[in-house]
């Protein structure tokens, strides 16, 4: 593994282009596209109701529920592959995780908006680790008070990005529409939840 610590105040930031190889990845990608059970909800947002611009997935071996956007995910089981990348992640990271959301973005025009991943079940200055599958995309981070530049960083096929610290404290990210991009990507967000 060779983590890149990256340079941020209020939190760390760390990242792994080459966390998998490019065989790894594919096999993964194309595995996981076709096996998870996708699901596609509904948010509510300002008081309005529409679909969710991207698929998603739950899964923890424990029987922890997670909330955001006022939607509430029960887990499913771990996929086997899932698993086997959980274990190998928690050996070379030196950290534990018991949950991980998993994003499908089927193109450029799929979408996360501006957000923190500080829900309380994740308690604080939780680690969360994001491994990309599939399409480079561009991941956004801001400052909550402006007090530090924006960073913009190309998360690559196979990558590992550590987000620890106060960063969710203190920072937003988003994956911004790209109408260009035409394949998918997969992302997994293995997560540490207290219950």
Same mark, same amino acid.
């Given at each position: 593994m060779a983590l890149e610590v990256l340079p941020i105040v209020d939190g760390q930031l760390s990242l792994d282009?080459?966390?998998?190889?490019i065989k790894q990845a594919d096999a993964l990608l194309q595995q996981l596209l076709a096996e998870l059970p996708w699901r596609h909800d509904h948010l509510?947002?300002?008081?309005?109701s529409h679909l969710m611009p991207r698929l998603h997935c739950y899964q923890s071996e424990q029987n922890l529920n997670y909330q955001y956007s006022n939607l509430t995910l029960q887990p499913q089981s771990y996929h086997a592959k899932v698993l086997q990348l959980k274990r190998y992640l928690e050996a070379v990271t030196g950290q534990s995780y018991n949950a991980v959301l998993i994003n499908l973005y089927r193109d450029g025009l799929d979408k996360?908006?501006?957000?923190? /991943? /500080?829900? +309380?079940?994740?308690?604080?200055? +939780?680690?969360?680790a994001s491994i990309s599958l599939g399409a480079q995309r561009c991941f956004k981070l801001r400052h909550r008070d402006k007090s530090a530049a924006d960073i913009a960083l190309q998360l690559n096929h196979g990558s590992l990005l550590l987000m620890a610290g106060e960063l969710q404290q203190h920072w937003q990210h988003c994956l911004p529409i790209r109408k260009k991009i035409i394949q998918p990507r997969i992302n997994l967000t293995f997560r540490y939840?207290?219950?």
């Open positions: 282009q080459g966390f998998l190889s509510t947002v300002f008081g309005k996360m908006g501006w957000h923190s /991943d /500080d829900e +309380p079940e994740l308690g604080n200055n +939780p680690s969360i939840l207290y219950s």
